[in-house]
């Protein structure tokens, strides 16, 4: 940590803050410049708050120093983290990994359509909610248990990996039969008790941004899942909230290289809720493998106009398609590659 | 819910989408300008996405124009609601209620002193947290059961009412005999599990705006409490994350009138979060009156510069009984009132 | 500027970041950690880019310490500034002075009569536009040079100040004659060439922050009219755009008391552009003078109604004459007084 | 524009907006549903305010329907717009045009370098600042009318383009013997009175978002510029400010394919500003051209560590050659190309 003084500091002033760093387990080395002392707190001690520096009296500003985060951390471990699954799949490594399906189980007609129809068009990943509960309490809130068991059945039917959205500590028992993935929620990225959950379960889980959240933030929460002992863990960048409003939200596509370079974890990108909007996912999904993204999650229904959620944002099955078409092109010229589908109709 | 179709729009563009909002339960009053083609439809269907029609072809823009929240409407109690706790104090009446304390509760020591100061100041309600998972996995994360039982302790012996955080369902049973009033906070505004739960329950909750959530969804969120029949719901502002960084959040002051306006719920601010530095709480703390408020929820903290958590946001006791004095001759400018403390130190 | 080397830093990254710290003006302490070294630089070179070091090799994070504004900085006159006019009306002593008239400049009628009810009210500045480029390039752009005669008319048969808009270089010597005090707009906060060329001028300026724009970015636009010898300077808070749409704005009214801290210029509140709905102007008014206001600035009109411009947030005269009533009771509580109207119509 | 009316909405208040449409020059058709009253307004009338309704009594929201723009709109030019240069080069057909160059003209010998290299990467223009008044009074303010003749002449020697930023009024008959292109900056993006002159100019104009300008108000900015018979535009998004802060800003990349719907105008994108990191530039050009980007304008400089300003942000020049060769794989991804460079070293 380092403390600025203001020029007008007291001596005893510059003397309070080195015994408060001294007693929180720092050791201080001290700069007096001409105009301003500089106090600069060496070591890490567990416990102790910048906010608490920045508001003592003297004190012109105050900077912590050392990242909050170590395991996620870059350094922690230099060559990348690739999360392996059961079918051979993994994501962070030469692949760029796709995951599509609906916003929400609705039927099995409906479930076993998308899931046939997603792995048509080379995804690997059937995505599709269980548990839905709504910003308006009189939406459709999902099908539950049953929804989970549908996922399962028709993603062994097409031989695709089930990612689904975990929303409270009490559904990991239940989802954990039938996942492949644990999904976090942008809703849910602070939800630490969750997360501390998922750090002591032995299966992969993808953490989204929250719609406010600084990439540092993003982080943080990734290390509670970590310091659990969970480290195949995926991040995934959907938009932030800003004052724009004719995308849903705005998504920060520079988040994906940022993360590149402070985290070990693969990076993937859902243009989806990014945008919010069909028509404009397809760029959104190119520029996101452009930048580097190791995969993408996106919503795609059979039928998006009778979708029971989120159907604005969903892309129609032939969308999809030609989409993966093109991001096959693309995945090369970034060193990466989308293989082609194994599956057909 | 109106559709404004673009100008060159096709006449089977336009049936499509009547179709649509008709199998959606609409009545569709179509106008036929020079230029453009406006439907209105008329009629609220449980089930609709107003996004769902802004990508549909042809289609300019849509509106939806029946709120989404029905329960939380000033117009289901134009009257304004009061919240009554158990010692007569109430909150959405004439007297703007205080309630005070540290981030959390670290000793028994600390929060008995707290509670006195609290009480001596004139605030009616004692805050402490005792489960505070925290944005980071190393830092303090709370005293748990225990510090829910010492909350009481203190707060009966001072005669305080208690509040405090609750962050999952699970601890709802657990903190029911301790507390006077439930806080759910910023990060959990959109926990939709959790707000269904606190709707069955028969005790007040204070339900906090999220970091980003605009105040249409403050006032979704309120619905899922009411809607399970629990209308002793109070609603507070805290800070809303902009990209201005000396505050710790922007305190939308804003947001007590408009909430005023648009429901029957009291509205209380938390200026401590607000802008999360201590010389800046009082003046929020008048602003926030001076603009409507109910009530104020601050942190205070014997020693806050020994705090577990929050310290540079926590007052210290003289500055909550000088900010005390100076909120009871406010209140009068605005017709309300801050009742003498009843306690003595 | 205090440079922080990644753990993994070489020692010829170091000595690298040492160098060019050293070229720039620096004298350079280096602090040697068991797990990194921290580099203060102490001296304040006239030119240099904090940014430059935050992307060098090895680097962890750079941080500028002292204030890159001197003039605007409170230490610079610590007992604050008092911005004097012609009557003897000032800004920045225990009144509380209100600015009140139209948006625009629309006739002479419509402006005389502004003007009147204005003083009535107890208003001491009469404000008006006379240049109105708008967002849209097909409505109303103000009367100009006749505007600006009207106003300075009925300014001097009310016996009202007058506050108007410059929004180029050009306009200056046109306005001089005419104005007591220069507004500048938020659109023009960093209009560079435009401040600058006010720094030379001999009569008060108003300058509001912009939509977009930090506290530190306000008081860096503060020097660039200190820096040419104009300290006759008032700031003025009048909203930042955020994700919230139900304001035009979110008004930060904690800016008031931060810049009451940061710096020794008067700060004045625009509670009309701040939230842009004269419904929420009263509460506004009432929370920026109760959060340390020298000042507020409002629209009004005699017909707000039938305004070319801003009628959705300019006040029904008779809602002007109420919130000065409510004001003058609400000043003393925070140390100020505002008169009572020495105008009657 | 539609008014919905309250629920509760009495037929005088109903009458009253109704009478006040009219005179607005609106055709009203009311549709009267059991709940609610809803007003659609016919016809575009040069003058009205939509925030004039939304506070009208007994309104509940009020929409604008048609767009504020004309000339922008897509439907204005279905097939797009192509923007010719002198040499044969054009914005807004296949090619993806790049323009490089650093961010002030420091001296001969720097400005001829980076054209050279500039050129050598197979960039078509060279960007340079010579007007640079900067957010500190402190910094360097550009070499002025010495530095335009600089980029002529240098890029004459290069045959690249030149494109430089005007600030005032006063610089465009300066600034016009020597440029190809007038940039806009964001900060004067609604100064509309430079706008407007240059819809008089007969010269490319590239005018940059704002820092907090929505997508629409670039449009209206637009708009301004082709009122004034200037067809030849090109807009550019350089990031907008948001809550993070690892970046400079926020790239909002999504705007690229928005505007490209919205508008028949070309668009580029600037990501050096965009992160205001070197180091992540590359991936966002990557994903802006994979966004449909027909351009792309970036900072590079021949020593970015002693550059005057903007070095954190400015590529080395081995940076752009190997950025060059990458978007060179990727512009036929997605339909376009990018020429090799005819000029070398």
Chains 1, 2, 3, 4 share one sequence.
Do not use: W
Not at 88 to 113: F, H, K, N, Y
Not at 251 to 278: C, E, F, Q, W
């Amino acid at each position: 940590m380092i403390v600025a003084m203001q020029e007008a500091a007291t001596e005893e002033q510059i003397q309070s803050v080195i015994e408060r760093m001294v007693e929180l387990g720092f050791n201080v080395h001290r700069t007096t410049g001409a105009q301003q002392t500089i106090l600069a707190g060496v070591g890490t001690p567990a416990h102790f708050d910048v906010h608490e520096f920045q508001v003592c009296s003297g004190v012109h500003e105050a900077y912590r120093i050392s990242s909050p985060y170590k395991l996620a951390g870059r350094s922690f471990r230099p060559e990348g983290t690739i999360v392996r699954f059961a079918n051979g799949v993994s994501i962070g490594g030469d692949e760029v990994v796709v995951m599509a399906g609906p916003c929400s189980v609705e039927s099995r007609e409906q479930i076993l359509l998308s899931a046939q129809q997603v792995a048509a068009s080379g995804a690997k990943f059937l995505r599709g909610g269980a548990f839905k509960p709504r910003s308006s309490p009189y939406s459709f809130q999902g099908m539950g248990l049953e929804g989970l068991k549908l996922l399962r059945e028709v993603g062994d039917i097409t031989g695709l990996l089930v990612i689904s959205e975990v929303m409270e500590i009490s559904q990991i028992e239940l989802m954990l039969p039938y996942v492949d993935c644990f999904q976090v929620g942008a809703r849910n990225m602070q939800n630490f008790n969750l997360l501390r959950e998922l750090g002591y379960v032995r299966k992969p889980v993808l953490l989204k941004r929250g719609i406010a959240a600084t990439i540092e933030e993003v982080l943080l929460s990734a290390e509670y899942i970590l310091a659990g002992g969970n480290y195949d863990l995926v991040l995934c960048e959907r938009g932030i909230r800003t004052f724009e409003t004719y995308t849903r939200n705005t998504m920060d596509i520079s988040a994906i290289p940022v993360l590149k370079k402070l985290t070990h974890l693969p990076v993937v990108a859902d243009p989806s809720h990014g945008v919010g909007r069909r028509d404009m996912v397809p760029a959104m999904a190119f520029a996101s493998v452009a930048a580097g993204a190791d995969g993408l999650l996106m919503e795609m229904h059979p039928n998006p106009e009778k979708a029971f959620s989120d159907g604005a944002q969903s892309l129609f099955p032939q969308q999809l398609d030609k989409l993966m078409d093109g991001l096959r092109a693309l995945a090369p010229v970034v060193g990466r590659y989308i293989a082609k589908p194994a599956y057909a109709l």
